[in-house]
């Protein structure tokens, strides 16, 4: 089979277009096609192997050739792949393809590294669990995240039958609105299928990944999407999601009404890597306070003429905020500070060069925030 053959309309025909292959991908496949090498998507990752779903179906293939020691390297979820057109099971990965977003958080060792954990994704689902006491503190640091990736984050307030009382249920949305400037905010119950639709709408065509806790309904939420038990879902066992994860690989699933979902394991922690503007995004109601401080390099302590501080006086902005920000700007900073500047640069460059229109124009607007 010739791949190189499919002229650029004859993208969207594509048999892997459901997995979101397009124009661009092909002809940033172009190089290895004329070397006769099999277009893929991963659609999960273990033990220095992966499935690749390409027009052979899905197939097994080593990432031993494209291993590198950075583990932001590393083949993830939701890359884009040339495999060996035939061969051995597993086959072989020879290259993997620039990612235009790329989801990450750093590791918890002790030399600070960033670790992938999704790729090539449009939308990040956070999935937030109403059987627990709302962290809005939480919410915050995934979303800083999120925009951080260069997707667009939806908050998906999960197992919404718990709060059958709908005045209840708005001020939790309410609550999540006001930490969230500029996502949506949607509440769901896979069990009853409340609010799938609307889910479906918002996500529908892309790649989306759902992120959060353990135990805070994602999987259920999948199978709900897919129409099918695709993933095992577990009742959580202790209230924090310490002790146990359901799922524990990353996993691409095809939507029935077009796009993919890929469902990950639940986070515990998400440390911050390199994400100062994906912060400024979740707090962007004080960068814009902060354009009408008297002092451009005002740090909203005690300066005068202070429009941060003169909207926490007036109740405007939540005391609450402004100490998350400044928390997650802090952590930000240090994690910065520790962390190789060439390898955080050579990051950028990787995926953040590449992407559609829209996420240039959502860059250019958050290079101004800088
Ligand atoms: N009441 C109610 N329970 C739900 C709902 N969705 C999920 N649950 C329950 O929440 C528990 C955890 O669900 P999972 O889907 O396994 O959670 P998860 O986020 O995938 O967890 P990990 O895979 O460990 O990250 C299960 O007992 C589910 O039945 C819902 O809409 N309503
Ligand atoms: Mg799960
Ligand atoms: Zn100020």
Redesign the pocket.
């Known amino acids: 089979m010739n791949f190189s053959s499919l002229s650029a309309s004859s993208a969207s025909l594509h048999p892997l277009a459901q997995y979101g292959w397009d124009e661009d991908w092909e002809a940033e496949f172009a190089p290895y096609a004329e070397q006769g090498l099999l277009p893929g998507r991963v659609v999960r990752v273990d033990r220095g192997q992966c499935d690749v779903v390409t027009l052979l179906g899905t197939v097994r293939a080593d990432t031993e050739f494209v291993v590198p020691r950075d583990p932001m390297k590393v083949v993830c979820t939701g890359d884009w792949v040339a495999v060996d057109p035939e061969g051995g099971d597993p086959r072989y990965v020879r290259a993997y393809l620039p990612r235009r977003t790329a989801f990450v958080r750093s590791t918890s060792s002790k030399r600070s590294e960033g670790q992938i954990l999704a790729a090539n994704v449009d939308h990040a689902v956070i ?1 937030v ?1 109403l ?1 627990l006491e709302l962290d809005l503190g939480r919410v915050e640091r995934f979303l800083a995240l999120a925009w951080e990736s260069g997707a667009q984050p939806v908050v998906v307030l ?5 709060v059958p009382d709908p005045v209840a249920l708005s001020y939790l949305v309410q609550d999540v609105e006001t930490s969230a400037p500029g996502v949506p905010v949607l509440t ?5 299928g409340d609010g799938l639709d609307v889910l479906v709408a918002m996500v529908g065509g892309g790649t989306s990944v ?1 992120l ?13 999407l897919l129409g099918e038990d695709v ?6 066992r202790d209230v924090d ?1 310490k002790g ?5 690989t990353r996993n691409l699933l095809a939507l029935p009404g077009g796009g993919v979902l890929i ?5 515990r922690g998400v440390g911050l890597f390199d994400a100062e503007t994906g912060v400024g995004q979740v707090f962007s109601e004080i960068q814009e306070l902060a354009d009408g401080c008297r002092f451009q390099d005002c740090g909203h302590e005690s300066e005068p003429g202070c429009a941060v501080l003169a909207a926490l006086d007036s109740g405007e902005l939540p005391v609450r905020r402004l100490e998350s920000y400044r928390k997650l700007m802090r952590e930000n900073q240090w994690i910065v500070a520790k962390t190789d500047a060439r390898a955080r640069a050579e990051l950028r460059r990787d995926w953040k060069r590449k992407g559609a229109e829209g996420k240039a124009a959502m860059e250019a607007k958050r290079r101004g925030w800088r």
Do not use: C, E, I
């Not at 769901?188 to 009853?192: D, Q």
């Not at 469902?263 to 986070?267: A, E, M, S, V, W």
């Open positions: 999935a669990s059987a999960t197992k919404a039958d718990l769901v119950s896979a069990l009853h759902l959060g806790q353990s135990g805070a309904g994602k999987s259920t939420l999948a199978n709900a993933m095992d879902v577990q009742a959580a999601g146990r994860h359901t799922t524990t469902d990950t394991p639940g986070l």
